[in-house]
Each structure stands twice: as C-alpha cells, then as structure tokens.
C-alpha cells in the first residue's frame, strides 16, 4: 500500500486545464484537485464525506472543480488510492496505520511538481496541527476545522499566514469559529479595506450557552452539564468545556484575525467550575458540588430582570471570557441555545456593529462551512 504512494506520475503544472471561476460558465472545462481527510470518522469528517459524495456533481458543475479523495484516515486507520478512494465504501480500504504511512503520505504532497491538494483537518489535535507547516511550505492547501494551530502562540499563527503566502498555499480555517457562519472571512474583509476593529463581543460556546438556558429554566447544574453531555455538545470530560478554555482558544483565533495582539496566557478566563483542578470524586459529585452556587447566581440575575450569558470579548484592554449579566432584552441574552453571535465594533460601525450570527454548532452545519473552505481552496490552488 505504502509504496503506491510513491507511484504513479502527476501532469506537470503546464498541462493543467484552464482554471475555471468559482461559479463555472456552462461547458467549462473542469479542473481535478487531490483532497486529504484526516478525522474522517468522526462527526463532522463523516458529514463532510457525505456531503462531498452528494455534491460531487455538483460541484463539477458548478464550480468546475472535480476531486480525487487520495487518502482518509484517523488515529485508528489509514486508507488511501492514487485513482480515489469511494466515498461511500471508503471504511472497507481502512487498514490499520503503519509507522510510515503518513510520512509517505506527506512526502507524495509535497514533493515538486506535485498535483495540487488540499489536506482537510476535522480533527481537534495537536499532532495533526503539528503538520501544517510543511504542507504550506510544500504548497499544499490546508482547511481546518481545528483551532489548536492557530491558538499557539501569536508568532505560530503569523508563520502560518506566512507560508500561506510565500508558498501560495490556501490556509482556511472560517468554521474554528461559529461553524458555518462567516465570521473571520467578513473580518477580514474589513480589515482588508483599512477600517480598524476597536473590539468584539461574542456568544461562541454551543456548550456552554446551552448549559446556561437550561440553569435558567429550573434545571440543576449537574443535571445541565449532564444533557449537554448526552447531546454530544461537550468534550468526553465536561470539564474542559467547564473551564472555558476551548472558548478561549475561539477567542485567540477571532482576536488575532482582528488584529489584536493575543496570547492566551493574558486572556482573562472565568471559569464555570470553582474547583475545576479539583478531580476528586466521581464525575457526578464534582458536579453536584456546583449546584447550589449555580442556583443562587441564577435566581439572583432573574431577580433583577437578567441573564446570565457566556461572553467572549477583546478590545484595547485585552481578551476575557466570563459570565455576563446582561438584560433579557439584550441580544446576547435573546439568543438560543446553539446559536452564536459575534458583535464588531470598528472606526465606522461604532455606534451600530457588525453583527455576525447563526447556528453555531452541530457536524452537518460545520461540514457544509469546511466544504466552502474546500472550494476556496481548490479555486486559489488552480489559479496559481
Ligand atoms: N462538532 C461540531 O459541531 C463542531 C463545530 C465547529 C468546529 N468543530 C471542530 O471540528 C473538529 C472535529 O470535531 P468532531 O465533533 O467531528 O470531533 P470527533 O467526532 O471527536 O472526531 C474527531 C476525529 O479526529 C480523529 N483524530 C483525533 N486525533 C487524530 C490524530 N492524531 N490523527 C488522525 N486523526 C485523529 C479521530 O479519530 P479516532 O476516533 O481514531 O481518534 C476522529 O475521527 C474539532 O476540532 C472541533 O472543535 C466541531
């Protein structure tokens, strides 16, 4: 298997087909692209397949661009076919990783004349993050649904767009935060036609906001925490969504891409969870322990006609994430449970800001944002 991806010869630069616009005129040839999916099992790698299995014709359609599915794989499995692998029946190539699979793999991207690809990340890992800079240095284009590379450190997420550039290789990462709302795209458009962002305030957590609306509705926060959980909205351990760190990291990504000079050890968080180190006791008591605090903040807030909402926010003073007790009036308060939305403040919109919003969670809606980002990608490849 391995030593397949060694073979087989890509057309030269020079004898690729025209590059089609994003919405191809009819009868306009169509350009191939090679696509890489990592975490092609989980929730929203599984949505993206079948949407890229659904779409296929139309995307040839429509945009010109067709796909070759070279390789799939996530920690437990590696599958991979130079002619493309089936969308439909792809778990049957599945065969256990080898140690030199992906370096294989890696090395078939970016070696010179290579075909031009895309390496799709539905994973929330660092290991896989880790890969990036070769494959942007390789002029492969890399879509992320990940936000760990872009939450290291500040200098980490400028040698990305870097690279990005030098090597003009697409890096497109829009559904790290919001999902499928464009959020970092209309930033940076902003920003792009010399208009300053002063701050931003966002709801961004489906977690978190949906733990929050069931508090206000009588629910025990153990119990909250617990459906959140069974829903598959939190992490395996709960308390990581808890401590807010994740939606610090959203935070970093919106921040930085506003031109705020981030790092997440200055970003101020409030943690949901009192004794969030605290990993005595079975899962449940940990939460139990919460219960009462939570109830007396809650009726507090509803004692003076508020709510409590989660809220993300960075301006000249810094980054912070923490409770907010905002009037039930209040579009932040107004929101439900998985919607998000982001509030811009720039040196035009002041007084009213641009403000960004939708569903904001959830595998189908996520893949559908990676799909957008897929498509980008293939156009700027084919017009390099
Ligand atoms: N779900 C949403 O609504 C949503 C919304 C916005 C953004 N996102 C982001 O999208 C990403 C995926 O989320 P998800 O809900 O689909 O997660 P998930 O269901 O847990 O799937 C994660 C996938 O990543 C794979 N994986 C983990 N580490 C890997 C590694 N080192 N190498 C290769 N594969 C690895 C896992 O494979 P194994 O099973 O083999 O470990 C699994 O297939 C996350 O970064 C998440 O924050 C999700």
């Known amino acids: 298997m391995s030593a397949a991806l060694h073979a087989g010869a890509n057309a030269p630069r020079s004898d690729r087909p025209a590059v089609p616009a994003v919405f191809a005129a009819p009868g306009e040839s169509v350009a191939r692209i090679d696509?890489?999916?990592?975490?092609?099992?989980?929730?929203?790698?599984?949505?993206?397949?079948?949407?890229?299995?659904?779409?296929?014709?139309w995307l040839r359609e429509h945009t010109g661009v067709d796909y070759t599915l070279l390789a799939a794989f996530d920690r437990r499995g590696?599958?991979?076919?130079?002619?493309?692998?089936?969308?439909?029946?792809?778990?049957?190539?599945?065969?256990?990783r080898r140690d030199n699979d992906l370096e294989l793999l890696l090395a078939r991207l970016t070696r010179p004349g290579a075909a031009p690809a895309v390496f799709i990340d539905c994973t929330a890992s660092d290991e896989v993050a880790d890969w990036y800079?070769?494959?942007?240095?390789?002029?492969?284009?890399?879509?992320?649904?990940?936000?760990?590379?872009?939450?290291?450190?500040?200098?980490?997420?400028?040698?990305?767009?870097r690279?990005?550039?030098?090597?003009?290789?697409p890096y497109r990462y829009e559904t790290t935060v919001g999902a499928a709302i464009p959020v970092l795209g209309p930033i940076r458009d902003v920003r792009l036609r010399g208009e300053t962002i002063r701050s931003l305030q966002g709801v961004l957590s489906g977690s978190l906001s949906h733990i929050l609306h069931r508090l206000h509705e009588g629910c025990l926060f153990s119990d909250a925490v617990a459906e959140a959980s069974a829903l598959g909205?939190?992490?395996?351990?709960?308390?990581?969504?808890?401590?807010?760190?994740?939606?610090?990291?959203?935070?970093l990504v919106l921040g930085r891409e506003a031109g705020f000079a981030l790092e997440l050890e200055s970003v101020a968080i409030e943690s949901l969870v009192d004794d969030a180190n605290d990993a005595s006791g079975t899962l449940r008591e940990r939460?139990?322990?919460?219960?009462?605090?939570?109830?007396?903040r809650i009726s507090e807030a509803l004692g003076r006609g508020e709510r409590l909402v989660m809220v993300a926010q960075v301006d000249a003073d810094g980054g912070r994430v923490g409770i907010q007790s905002l009037p039930v009036a209040s579009p932040f308060a107004q929101l439900k449970p998985g919607e998000n939305l982001v509030l811009v403040h720039t040196d035009l919109q002041a007084t009213t800001p641009l403000a960004l919003g939708g569903k904001g969670a959830g595998?189908?809606?996520t893949a559908a944002g990676v799909f957008s980002d897929i498509v980008a990608a293939a156009n700027q490849l084919l017009r390099r």
């Open 35 to 57: 696509l890489v999916l990592v975490g092609a099992r989980g929730q929203v790698g599984s949505a993206l397949r079948r949407q890229l299995d659904r779409r296929r014709h």
């Open 78 to 96: 590696f599958a991979h076919d130079l002619q493309g692998l089936q969308l439909e029946s792809f778990e049957q190539d599945l065969q256990p």
């Open 133 to 161: 800079p070769r494959l942007l240095s390789g002029g492969v284009g890399v879509v992320g649904a990940n936000k760990r590379a872009n939450a290291r450190s500040l200098s980490h997420f400028h040698e990305l767009q």
């Open 163 to 169: 690279l990005s550039r030098r090597h003009g290789a």
């Open 233 to 251: 909205l939190t992490e395996p351990d709960p308390f990581e969504d808890l401590r807010a760190e994740d939606l610090a990291r959203k935070l």
């Open 287 to 296: 939460l139990r322990a919460q219960d009462a605090r939570w109830q007396a």
């Open 363 to 365: 595998a189908e809606i």
